[in-house]
């Protein structure tokens, strides 16, 4: 899918029907034939098309000489939600790459996505105040300041379900629990990788040597950089903060264990002492005071194997193996 967005001079951005200078060119999943367009009629280099479109790359900034082209490649973030059930919660969070080319030399500037994102559907349905296509340098700032307050709001929500699930799994330590705070710490893995990168690619912006800057821009410059910052402190905090959840819950599901183990041992043990004793009159030789009433009958055995048990499981509950 193809799409070409233009500000007019009322400052309202809409779609136009074919691409003019000034324009922003948004680009989803492209079929083989619109990647030929990119790159016959737009002169996108194929290289940087085929980077855009690899699910794999990591976030950088580039630029060629010869064609006189800017390529930004940055990871905002997604949410995975079991198929066909986008209503429920996610299973977990993961990034995306979106790449951005400047075209100065058509005074253009093109996003490519392979899947439909939240970034550039705010950008184009007009949920950000202030874009301009015709000022490339801030269009793009505002897609990285997009993306980072993205990164927020979906930490605040890996947040939010990692105390709820933290809560049922004090009731209740059950697979899906454990599961869910797996799949939220991957998701913090996953957001500290690519936010380090994109801070990376952010600060090379920065110095202005591949991409021009402006000065009316360095207060959204700034705001973005806070943006990247924070972000990336909340996800080393939250990231610290379910590791060490996680490693108190396997210690307290070893220590359930244990105790479990420890009790099914000492019943074991209590159990074993009538059979030690019935197998010893069950024998085929003589036995003391056979003749003493009482004695050389079958309650005299149930008595002891009754008195040996009782203290066994006494002792047992002094040491505190028997609750």
């Not at 990285?144 to 379900?161: A, H, K, N, P, V």
């Amino acid at each position: 899918m193809i799409e070409y967005y233009k500000t007019g001079v009322d400052g309202k951005t809409a779609l136009v029907e074919a691409p003019e200078p000034g324009c922003w060119i948004n680009v989803v999943d492209p079929t083989s034939d619109e990647r030929a367009f990119l790159e016959n009629d737009l002169g996108v280099l194929p290289e940087f098309v085929r980077s855009a479109l690899d699910e794999e790359e990591t976030s950088r900034i580039d630029f060629d000489d010869d064609v006189n082209q800017t390529f930004v490649i940055v990871d905002y973030p997604t949410a995975k939600f079991t198929p066909g059930a986008r209503d429920t919660l996610p299973l977990q969070y993961d990034t995306m790459p979106l790449s951005m080319v400047f075209l100065p030399d058509k005074n253009q500037f093109v996003t490519i996505s392979l899947h439909e994102n939240l970034v550039t559907e705010d950008m184009a349905k007009g949920r950000i105040k202030g874009i301009d296509t015709r000022y490339r340098t801030r269009f793009l700032l505002q897609l990285l300041l997009r993306i980072s307050q993205l990164y927020l709001i979906y930490l605040r929500r890996i947040d939010r379900l990692s105390s709820n699930t933290e809560a049922r799994l004090h009731a209740s330590v059950r697979n899906e629990e454990l599961i869910q705070m797996l799949n939220l710490e991957k998701s913090l893995v996953y957001f500290s990788t690519s936010l380090k990168s994109d801070e990376v690619t952010l600060n090379k912006i920065m110095h202005g040597r591949l991409i021009p800057l402006y000065e009316e821009d360095q207060d959204l410059l700034e705001d973005v950089l806070v943006e990247i910052h924070q972000a990336i402190e909340m996800c080393n905090i939250y990231s610290n903060t379910l590791s060490g959840t996680m490693d108190a819950f396997a210690s307290v599901i070893s220590n359930n264990l244990n105790i479990v183990m420890k009790v099914l041992s000492v019943i074991t043990i209590v159990m074993a002492i009538p059979n030690i004793i019935f197998g010893f009159y069950g024998m085929n030789v003589p036995l003391p005071f056979e003749g003493v009433p009482f004695v050389g009958t079958w309650m005299f055995p149930v008595l002891i194997a009754a008195v040996c048990c009782i203290l066994a499981a006494y002792i047992f509950k002094r040491l505190g193996m028997w609750h």
